[in-house]
């Protein structure tokens, strides 16, 4: 009886693990089905990407490039104002200081006229 329920446990070992080998294969097929159905989305969502960010990226570029040029514009602008401020600031010293100078040398004039007369 022995020999009889080795065997029978054999055959029903046997048969558990064809059945677990079925089972592990049926859900390995489904993994590499759906392995494969998300290598394809992402694909697909790639090139979506791509196509849709490109253009996208495009405008950014040439948005930047016209923000530089109008910031560069606006320095240059600065600079001339600068300059002209400079250049108004420098004459108007030189004419305040011309100014003094006349000033003082009329003050001096009348000063020693006055001066003379006593």
Do not use: H, W
Request: proline letters at 1%; one cysteine or more.
């Amino acid at each position: 009886m022995s020999v009889e329920i080795s065997e029978a446990v054999l055959n029903y070992s046997l048969v558990s693990l064809v059945a677990m080998g079925v089972i592990v294969l049926g859900f390995l097929a489904k993994l590499i089905y759906d392995c494969s159905k998300l290598a394809r989305n992402i694909n697909k969502t790639t090139n979506i990407v791509n196509n849709e960010l490109k253009p996208t990226l495009d405008e950014v570029n040439k948005a930047l490039k016209s923000f530089n040029n109008i910031v560069q514009n606006t320095s240059d602008g600065v600079g001339n104002v600068k300059l002209g401020l400079e250049n108004v600031l420098t004459k108007t010293k030189i004419f305040s200081g011309n100014l003094m100078n006349g000033f003082l040398k009329g003050f001096i004039a009348i000063y020693n006229l006055i001066g003379k007369k006593k």
